[in-house]
């Protein structure tokens, strides 16, 4: 069965500071990853993916996530933190034999940059 | 924003009503889902269509009826809804060709049920 662990309901961290939140998955078989961010009030929006290549992906914000296989983990990382990156991140997992896209989310962390 | 829109982005209804929830996607895709976000769980998948198809259906009560008449357009017509059926509930899209199927998510109707 296919899932994902986001282990921290929330992060605190100081603008300008880097920014951890941390993924792991589990999957049969090769999978696809993926980070969103929501918002208040909002739908997700889609920051990065891995499906195949370099473990390091670059998303959208200056975002990006490292994939290691080993660990079975797709942290998401950022340099330096802004307040305006404070929001609701999920991370998700897809079977890769899954025609149908279908997504197995995280619980989500909440996280929060202050000034 | 993301091609997919919601309407109503609120709605308030008693236990006894009908409504329904509309989503829109200008995106060329072909599958189209509805989730619900409550408070402090994850995000539970409601309903896939694929090419119009209903090809999931995650154990949601009947209460819930989902509509697809084409592969842009996806309803979820509410009736006789509990309070804890209060929460937002977000549509999404993707095109299902293998490797390059994130979703797009339209903003949500946030549903209030009394």
């Known amino acids: 069965a296919q899932s994902v662990a986001q282990p921290e309901d929330q992060v605190n961290v100081a603008e300008g500071n880097p920014l951890t939140v941390k993924c792991t998955y589990s999957v049969s078989g090769n999978p696809y990853l993926f980070w969103y961010v929501q918002y208040p009030n909002r739908g997700l929006q889609f920051l990065l993916k891995y499906i195949t290549g370099d473990n390091l992906v670059k998303g959208s914000y200056g975002f990006e996530a490292e994939f290691n296989k080993s660990q079975t983990s797709f942290h998401l990382k950022k340099p330096s933190a802004l307040v305006s990156d404070s929001a609701l991140y999920f991370c998700a997992v897809r079977d890769r034999y899954s025609t149908l896209g279908r997504l197995y989310f995280g619980r989500g962390t909440q996280l929060t940059v202050w000034p | 924003e993301t091609g997919v829109t919601q309407t109503p982005r609120h709605l308030v209804m008693g236990m006894t009503n009908k409504k329904s929830l509309k989503c829109e996607q200008h995106l060329g895709h072909n599958a189209m889902y509805w989730y619900k976000q409550s408070a402090k769980k994850p995000l539970e998948l409601m309903f896939v269509y694929n090419f119009k198809e209903q090809t999931e259906n995650n154990s949601v009560p009947s209460r819930f009826s989902p509509e697809c008449p084409n592969s842009s357009h996806l309803f979820l017509h509410l009736h006789t809804l509990q309070p804890e059926d209060s929460a937002l509930y977000l549509c999404?899209?993707?095109?299902?060709?293998?490797?390059?199927?994130?979703?797009?998510f339209g903003p949500g109707t946030r549903l209030t049920v009394l």
């Open positions: 999404a899209s993707s095109q299902t060709r293998e490797g390059l199927s994130e979703q797009f």
